[in-house]
């Protein structure tokens, strides 16, 4: 079954701008508080991240090195 589709109207950039600043009015932002913990947290995962992913790598190349050093 083939849908047939209607091509979308054209908006006025006036309305367009209305519309857009409607929305934005919607929008639950979030506080100071909320977005400083939210960044703390992603800082605390990258670092653990950053860690993880350096010791694996160490020991990768350790394991290489001994495999290659036999």
Do not use: C, H, Y
Not at 24 to 35: A, D, L, S
Not at 45 to 66: H, R, Y
């Amino acid at each position: 079954m083939a849908e047939t589709s209607t091509p979308k109207q054209k908006k006025n950039p006036v309305d367009f701008v209305r519309e857009v600043r409607s929305e934005i009015r919607k929008v639950t932002w979030p506080t100071r508080k909320e977005t400083t913990a939210s960044v703390v947290a992603v800082f605390i995962m990258v670092t653990l991240v950053a860690l993880f992913l350096f010791v694996a790598d160490q020991v990768m190349a350790w394991g290489v090195s001994l495999i290659l050093n036999v």
